[in-house]
Protein backbone atom coordinates (compact mmCIF):
# COMPACT_ATOMS: atom_id res chain seq x y z
CA UNK A 1 0.00 0.00 0.00
CA UNK A 2 1.61 3.38 -0.91
CA UNK A 3 0.68 6.48 0.85
CA UNK A 4 -0.08 9.56 -2.08
CA UNK A 5 -0.38 13.50 -2.48
CA UNK A 6 -4.37 14.00 -1.15
CA UNK A 7 -6.56 14.95 -4.00
CA UNK A 8 -8.44 17.79 -4.23
CA UNK A 9 -12.02 17.88 -3.10
CA UNK A 10 -12.95 18.57 -7.15
CA UNK A 11 -10.70 15.59 -7.89
CA UNK A 12 -12.86 13.22 -5.29
CA UNK A 13 -16.18 14.35 -6.37
CA UNK A 14 -15.31 13.35 -10.28
CA UNK A 15 -14.42 9.45 -8.79
CA UNK A 16 -17.52 9.59 -6.32
CA UNK A 17 -19.75 10.93 -9.60
CA UNK A 18 -18.29 7.99 -11.96
CA UNK A 19 -19.31 5.40 -9.03
CA UNK A 20 -23.11 6.79 -9.21
CA UNK A 21 -26.01 5.45 -10.73
CA UNK A 22 -26.71 6.09 -14.33
CA UNK A 23 -30.71 6.74 -13.56
CA UNK A 24 -29.62 9.35 -10.89
CA UNK A 25 -27.50 11.18 -13.22
CA UNK A 26 -30.69 12.12 -15.36
CA UNK A 27 -31.56 14.08 -12.18
CA UNK A 28 -29.22 16.63 -11.78
CA UNK A 29 -26.69 18.51 -14.01
CA UNK A 30 -23.10 17.06 -13.80
CA UNK A 31 -21.75 20.16 -13.22
CA UNK A 32 -24.00 21.07 -10.13
CA UNK A 33 -23.37 17.44 -8.66
CA UNK A 34 -20.29 18.06 -8.94
CA UNK A 35 -20.30 21.06 -6.84
CA UNK A 36 -22.69 19.26 -4.20
CA UNK A 37 -20.09 16.32 -3.99
CA UNK A 38 -17.26 18.78 -3.73
CA UNK A 39 -18.74 20.00 -0.93
CA UNK A 40 -19.59 16.44 0.68
CA UNK A 41 -15.82 15.24 -0.14
CA UNK A 42 -14.29 18.00 1.70
CA UNK A 43 -14.70 16.31 4.80
CA UNK A 44 -12.92 13.32 3.84
CA UNK A 45 -9.88 15.68 3.24
CA UNK A 46 -10.33 17.46 6.96
CA UNK A 47 -10.62 13.82 8.68
CA UNK A 48 -7.63 12.71 6.34
CA UNK A 49 -5.53 16.06 7.90
CA UNK A 50 -7.16 17.46 10.96
CA UNK A 51 -5.21 16.42 13.74
CA UNK A 52 -7.65 18.45 16.13
CA UNK A 53 -10.87 16.67 14.84
CA UNK A 54 -8.87 12.95 14.67
CA UNK A 55 -7.65 13.98 18.60
CA UNK A 56 -11.57 14.56 19.64
CA UNK A 57 -12.36 11.46 17.90
CA UNK A 58 -9.19 9.43 19.93
CA UNK A 59 -10.58 11.02 23.04
CA UNK A 60 -14.32 10.21 22.62
CA UNK A 61 -13.99 6.31 21.43
CA UNK A 62 -11.06 5.61 23.99
CA UNK A 63 -9.57 2.55 22.53
CA UNK A 64 -6.14 2.99 23.29
CA UNK A 65 -5.25 4.52 19.45
CA UNK A 66 -2.72 7.71 18.82
CA UNK A 67 -4.94 10.63 16.82
CA UNK A 68 -3.31 10.32 14.28
CA UNK A 69 -4.34 6.35 13.24
CA UNK A 70 -7.73 8.13 12.91
CA UNK A 71 -7.25 10.05 10.13
CA UNK A 72 -8.37 9.41 6.88
CA UNK A 73 -6.00 7.70 4.22
CA UNK A 74 -5.93 7.92 0.33
CA UNK A 75 -3.93 4.95 -0.32
CA UNK A 76 -2.66 3.19 -3.96
CA UNK A 77 -4.86 -0.33 -4.10
CA UNK A 78 -3.67 -1.38 -6.83
CA UNK A 79 -1.53 0.36 -9.72
CA UNK A 80 -4.57 1.63 -11.58
CA UNK A 81 -7.24 2.11 -8.31
CA UNK A 82 -6.73 4.34 -5.44
CA UNK A 83 -8.99 4.81 -2.16
CA UNK A 84 -9.84 7.29 0.56
CA UNK A 85 -10.37 4.84 3.55
CA UNK A 86 -11.27 5.87 7.11
CA UNK A 87 -11.47 4.49 10.00
CA UNK A 88 -15.48 4.36 11.34
CA UNK A 89 -17.54 2.77 14.57
CA UNK A 90 -20.69 1.23 13.77
CA UNK A 91 -23.44 3.62 16.05
CA UNK A 92 -20.23 5.20 17.30
CA UNK A 93 -19.79 1.68 19.47
CA UNK A 94 -16.23 1.31 20.03
CA UNK A 95 -16.36 -2.01 20.42
CA UNK A 96 -17.50 -2.10 16.40
CA UNK A 97 -14.68 -0.93 14.61
CA UNK A 98 -14.65 -0.76 10.22
CA UNK A 99 -13.14 0.40 7.38
CA UNK A 100 -15.32 2.54 5.45
CA UNK A 101 -14.29 2.61 1.45
CA UNK A 102 -15.15 6.59 0.71
CA UNK A 103 -14.30 7.02 -2.27
CA UNK A 104 -12.30 5.18 -4.87
CA UNK A 105 -10.73 6.56 -8.11
CA UNK A 106 -12.43 4.72 -10.32
CA UNK A 107 -15.85 2.13 -10.04
CA UNK A 108 -15.04 -0.97 -8.03
CA UNK A 109 -15.04 -4.68 -9.62
CA UNK A 110 -14.79 -8.09 -7.82
CA UNK A 111 -11.01 -8.50 -8.69
CA UNK A 112 -10.24 -5.00 -6.56
CA UNK A 113 -11.53 -6.39 -3.59
CA UNK A 114 -8.94 -8.86 -1.99
CA UNK A 115 -6.25 -5.49 -2.85
CA UNK A 116 -8.65 -3.67 -0.87
CA UNK A 117 -8.87 -5.95 1.88
CA UNK A 118 -5.25 -6.25 2.14
CA UNK A 119 -4.75 -2.27 1.72
CA UNK A 120 -7.69 -1.98 4.88
CA UNK A 121 -5.42 -4.34 7.27
CA UNK A 122 -2.11 -2.05 6.79
CA UNK A 123 -4.19 0.69 6.99
CA UNK A 124 -5.93 0.22 10.72
CA UNK A 125 -5.32 -3.05 11.57
CA UNK A 126 -4.45 -1.83 15.21
CA UNK A 127 -8.23 -1.44 15.46
CA UNK A 128 -8.56 -4.81 14.89
CA UNK A 129 -11.84 -4.14 12.26
CA UNK A 130 -13.74 -7.38 11.18
CA UNK A 131 -15.30 -5.93 8.03
CA UNK A 132 -15.16 -3.53 5.71
CA UNK A 133 -18.01 -1.65 4.10
CA UNK A 134 -17.48 -0.51 0.31
CA UNK A 135 -20.53 1.24 -2.00
CA UNK A 136 -21.34 0.11 -5.70
CA UNK A 137 -24.55 1.60 -7.94
CA UNK A 138 -24.99 -2.39 -8.57
CA UNK A 139 -28.57 -3.96 -7.53
CA UNK A 140 -28.91 -5.99 -4.47
CA UNK A 141 -27.87 -9.06 -6.12
CA UNK A 142 -25.31 -7.90 -8.08
CA UNK A 143 -21.21 -8.95 -7.60
CA UNK A 144 -20.77 -7.25 -4.17
CA UNK A 145 -23.67 -9.69 -3.00
CA UNK A 146 -21.37 -12.48 -4.55
CA UNK A 147 -18.04 -11.74 -2.64
CA UNK A 148 -17.52 -14.36 0.27
CA UNK A 149 -19.09 -13.54 3.28
CA UNK A 150 -20.65 -10.69 2.21
CA UNK A 151 -23.62 -9.19 3.99
CA UNK A 152 -25.90 -6.19 2.70
CA UNK A 153 -25.71 -2.86 4.60
CA UNK A 154 -28.52 0.16 3.53
CA UNK A 155 -29.69 0.54 0.26
CA UNK A 156 -29.90 3.50 -1.20
CA UNK A 157 -34.19 4.18 -2.61
CA UNK A 158 -35.13 7.46 -4.75
CA UNK A 159 -36.64 9.56 -7.19
CA UNK A 160 -37.62 12.99 -7.52
CA UNK A 161 -40.57 14.40 -6.12
CA UNK A 162 -42.39 15.09 -8.91
CA UNK A 163 -42.79 11.58 -9.68
CA UNK A 164 -43.34 10.08 -6.52
CA UNK A 165 -46.17 12.91 -6.14
CA UNK A 166 -48.23 11.17 -9.11
CA UNK A 167 -49.30 8.11 -7.50
CA UNK A 168 -52.64 6.81 -6.13
CA UNK A 169 -53.37 6.82 -2.16
CA UNK A 170 -56.34 5.40 -0.09
CA UNK A 171 -59.33 7.25 0.88
CA UNK A 172 -58.67 7.94 4.52
CA UNK A 173 -54.66 7.83 4.19
CA UNK A 174 -53.23 11.40 5.19
CA UNK A 175 -50.98 13.36 6.87
CA UNK A 176 -51.00 16.25 8.47
CA UNK A 177 -48.06 18.61 10.30
CA UNK A 178 -46.76 17.25 13.64
CA UNK A 179 -47.33 19.58 16.25
CA UNK A 180 -45.23 17.99 19.09
CA UNK A 181 -43.19 15.23 20.29
CA UNK A 182 -46.03 13.83 22.52
CA UNK A 183 -46.95 10.28 20.32
CA UNK A 184 -43.00 9.41 20.20
CA UNK A 185 -43.55 7.12 23.07
CA UNK A 186 -46.25 5.33 21.35
CA UNK A 187 -44.05 5.01 18.05
CA UNK A 188 -41.52 3.39 20.43
CA UNK A 189 -43.77 0.92 21.32
CA UNK A 190 -44.48 0.23 17.29
CA UNK A 191 -41.29 -0.53 16.87
CA UNK A 192 -40.71 -2.56 19.62
CA UNK A 193 -43.90 -4.68 18.07
CA UNK A 194 -41.82 -4.60 15.10
CA UNK A 195 -38.73 -5.75 16.87
CA UNK A 196 -40.88 -8.91 18.41
CA UNK A 197 -42.03 -9.64 15.92
CA UNK A 198 -38.91 -9.29 13.22
CA UNK A 199 -35.39 -10.04 15.81
CA UNK A 200 -33.46 -9.01 12.82
CA UNK A 201 -35.34 -5.48 12.54
CA UNK A 202 -33.10 -4.22 15.63
CA UNK A 203 -30.03 -3.94 13.61
CA UNK A 204 -32.40 -3.05 10.38
CA UNK A 205 -33.92 0.57 11.23
CA UNK A 206 -34.09 2.72 14.97
CA UNK A 207 -37.08 4.93 15.72
CA UNK A 208 -35.56 8.65 15.36
CA UNK A 209 -34.85 10.05 18.99
CA UNK A 210 -37.03 12.69 20.45
CA UNK A 211 -34.73 15.24 19.91
CA UNK A 212 -34.53 14.42 16.43
CA UNK A 213 -37.90 14.26 15.86
CA UNK A 214 -37.93 17.81 17.46
CA UNK A 215 -35.30 18.98 15.05
CA UNK A 216 -37.56 17.91 12.23
CA UNK A 217 -40.79 19.70 13.26
CA UNK A 218 -38.65 22.49 13.78
CA UNK A 219 -37.90 22.65 9.64
CA UNK A 220 -41.66 22.01 9.32
CA UNK A 221 -41.33 18.84 7.43
CA UNK A 222 -42.13 16.05 10.22
CA UNK A 223 -45.73 14.61 9.55
CA UNK A 224 -48.96 12.50 11.27
CA UNK A 225 -49.74 9.46 9.30
CA UNK A 226 -53.80 9.32 9.97
CA UNK A 227 -55.67 6.42 9.09
CA UNK A 228 -59.63 6.80 9.16
CA UNK A 229 -58.56 9.90 11.48
CA UNK A 230 -56.50 8.40 13.71
CA UNK A 231 -52.95 8.92 15.01
CA UNK A 232 -50.86 6.07 12.72
CA UNK A 233 -47.98 6.37 12.77
CA UNK A 234 -44.40 9.45 11.67
CA UNK A 235 -43.41 10.75 8.20
CA UNK A 236 -40.44 12.65 7.58
CA UNK A 237 -37.56 14.20 5.88
CA UNK A 238 -34.82 16.93 5.77
CA UNK A 239 -33.78 18.93 3.43
CA UNK A 240 -29.79 17.70 2.56
CA UNK A 241 -27.43 16.96 0.21
CA UNK A 242 -26.66 13.29 -0.57
CA UNK A 243 -24.66 11.79 -3.13
CA UNK A 244 -24.24 15.26 -4.09
CA UNK A 245 -28.55 15.21 -4.84
CA UNK A 246 -30.16 17.63 -3.44
CA UNK A 247 -32.69 15.77 -1.44
CA UNK A 248 -35.17 15.54 1.21
CA UNK A 249 -33.67 12.45 3.06
CA UNK A 250 -36.60 10.62 4.86
CA UNK A 251 -35.99 10.62 9.15
CA UNK A 252 -38.71 8.49 9.70
CA UNK A 253 -41.85 6.09 7.97
CA UNK A 254 -43.77 4.46 10.37
CA UNK A 255 -47.33 3.10 10.52
CA UNK A 256 -48.36 1.47 13.77
CA UNK A 257 -49.78 -1.85 14.49
CA UNK A 258 -53.62 -0.76 13.63
CA UNK A 259 -52.63 0.19 10.03
CA UNK A 260 -50.43 -2.05 9.14
CA UNK A 261 -50.86 -5.45 6.89
CA UNK A 262 -52.87 -3.09 5.09
CA UNK A 263 -51.13 -2.14 1.84
CA UNK A 264 -50.11 1.27 3.29
CA UNK A 265 -46.36 1.57 3.31
CA UNK A 266 -46.02 2.23 -0.35
CA UNK A 267 -48.17 5.43 0.09
CA UNK A 268 -46.05 7.20 2.65
CA UNK A 269 -43.92 8.11 0.34
CA UNK A 270 -46.54 9.32 -2.13
CA UNK A 271 -47.99 11.60 0.56
CA UNK A 272 -44.34 12.97 2.15
CA UNK A 273 -43.61 13.93 -1.66
CA UNK A 274 -46.91 15.73 -1.88
CA UNK A 275 -46.08 17.64 1.58
CA UNK A 276 -42.86 18.52 1.20
CA UNK A 277 -42.33 21.83 -0.55
CA UNK A 278 -39.00 22.37 -2.77
CA UNK A 279 -40.55 19.97 -6.01
CA UNK A 280 -37.17 20.19 -7.47
CA UNK A 281 -35.30 17.39 -5.02
CA UNK A 282 -35.15 14.00 -4.80
CA UNK A 283 -36.87 11.74 -2.08
CA UNK A 284 -34.19 9.54 -1.06
CA UNK A 285 -34.15 7.47 2.23
CA UNK A 286 -31.83 4.52 3.56
CA UNK A 287 -33.58 0.67 3.85
CA UNK A 288 -32.02 -2.38 5.01
CA UNK A 289 -30.95 -4.69 2.37
CA UNK A 290 -32.41 -7.77 4.50
CA UNK A 291 -35.41 -4.88 5.50
CA UNK A 292 -38.00 -6.59 2.52
CA UNK A 293 -41.21 -5.38 3.94
CA UNK A 294 -39.83 -1.59 3.59
CA UNK A 295 -37.74 -1.74 0.79
CA UNK A 296 -40.94 -3.11 -1.15
CA UNK A 297 -43.05 -0.49 -0.09
CA UNK A 298 -40.24 1.78 -1.34
CA UNK A 299 -40.32 0.71 -4.88
CA UNK A 300 -43.72 -0.12 -5.09
CA UNK A 301 -44.22 3.70 -4.20
CA UNK A 302 -41.71 4.46 -7.58
CA UNK A 303 -38.28 4.85 -5.24
CA UNK A 304 -35.36 3.45 -7.45
CA UNK A 305 -32.61 1.23 -5.36
CA UNK A 306 -29.54 3.38 -6.78
CA UNK A 307 -26.72 1.52 -5.10
CA UNK A 308 -26.03 0.72 -1.51
CA UNK A 309 -23.30 -0.57 1.06
CA UNK A 310 -21.90 -4.38 1.45
CA UNK A 311 -19.98 -5.40 3.92
CA UNK A 312 -16.96 -7.83 3.65
CA UNK A 313 -15.35 -9.36 6.18
CA UNK A 314 -11.42 -8.69 7.16
CA UNK A 315 -8.94 -11.11 8.44
Known sequence: MTHLTLPTARDLAACSLAAQHPLTRLWVDDTARLDLLAEEHAFDLQLATDLDLAAGRAEFLDVGQPPEAFLNRWVEVRPDLRAMLSIRFERLDPTRPFVDVSVTSRPLVPADVPALKDAAEVAYGAFHPPRLRLW?????????????????????????????????????????????????A???RAYAALDAAHPDHTRQA???????????MDEGTMFDVLWQGEWSGYAGALAETKLGLPAYVVQELLLT?????????????????????????VLLGTVHGENLGARRAALKAGRYDVGGWTWVPLG
Not at 160 to 178: C, D, K, N, S, Y
Not at 206 to 215: F, G, I, N, P, V
Not at 258 to 280: I, V
Open 136 to 184: SAEPLDGWPARLPGARPDMRVLAAPLTELRAGQVPEGLTLAPTRDTSRH
Open 186 to 188: EAA
Open 206 to 216: RLLSEEDLQEV
Open 257 to 281: PRARGQGLGAHLSTLLARALPEEGR
